[in-house]
T-cell receptor, first 114, second 116 residues
Framework: DTGVSQDPRHKITKRGQNVTFRCDPI?????LYWYRQTLGQGPEFLTYFQNEAQLEKSRLLSDRFSAERPKGSFSTLEIQRTEQGDSAMYLC????????????FGAGTRLSVL | AQTVTQSQPEMSVQEAETVTLSCTYDTSESDYYLFWYKQPPSRQMILVIR??????QNATENRFSVNFQKAAKSFSLKISDSQLGDAAMYFCAYRRGWRSQGNLIFGKGTKLSVKP
């Protein structure tokens, strides 16, 4: 396993711009999760996929956020019209259903909205 | 809704000594999992230890062990023979049973410093 990969590691953008993050899970992991972590807090759940289907979205995921996982492989998280409150670390995790329910995390994408 | 509470924002331990990090949680369910994750500065979160609620035996992974008190809804992490590389943020996390969507609910974390 090469691990969960996230790109970019850092993103600086101006308020109102759109940004997109990518997550490549561990191969054959059918579940993929997105979390958001702000300074001094633990990660908070945003959404998750089982294969290509998005099965749950947190109330934290406003209409400006959209996530996809085409073909059940990599996933993208897009934020439209970014706001300063969107500044956070965005974490991706994956696991294979039945494999002890252990989620493996990527290093995250740190977003700074100026 | 389930919640996870870590009451120690920061802890410090001398190298080679033992330290215990506290975690309590609230749930009305009987089937769930508990985890401790370690997040070193600017690095990815990695699993330290995992506990299944239906198992009474406390989980152990080398120098790391837990004290799982189901009735008290307490899940503390003990690190023995602390090493400099143990310095990190430690997060306690809860996951509902295997039939659930599986997202983790995290506490706010405890920052552990290890003094040489």
């Amino acid at each position: 396993d090469t691990g969960v990969s996230q790109d970019p590691r850092h993103k600086i953008t101006k308020r109102g711009q759109n940004v997109t993050f990518r997550c490549d899970p561990i191969s054959e992991h059918n579940r993929l999760y997105w979390y958001r972590q702000t300074l001094g807090q633990g990660p908070e759940f945003l959404t998750y996929f089982q294969n290509e289907a998005q099965l749950e979205k947190s109330r934290l995921l406003s209409d400006r956020f959209s996530a996809e996982r085409p073909k059940g492989s990599f996933s993208t998280l897009e934020i439209q019209r970014t706001e300063q409150g969107d500044s956070a670390m965005y974490l991706c995790a994956s696991h294979r259903v039945g494999a002890k329910n252990i989620q493996y995390f990527g290093a995250g994408t740190r977003l700074s909205v100026l | 809704a389930q919640t996870v509470t870590q009451s120690q924002p920061e802890m410090s331990v001398q190298e080679a000594e033992t330290v215990t990090l506290s975690c309590t949680y609230d749930t009305s369910e009987s089937d769930y999992y508990l985890f401790w994750y370690k997040q070193p500065p600017s690095r990815q979160m990695i699993l330290v230890i995992r506990q299944e609620a239906y198992k009474q035996q406390n989980a152990t992974e080398n120098r790391f062990s837990v004290n799982f008190q189901k009735a008290a809804k307490s899940f503390s992490l003990k690190i023995s023979d602390s090493q400099l590389g143990d310095a990190a943020m430690y997060f306690c996390a809860y996951r509902r049973g295997w039939r659930s969507q599986g997202n983790l609910i995290f506490g706010k974390g405890t920052k552990l410093s290890v003094k040489p």
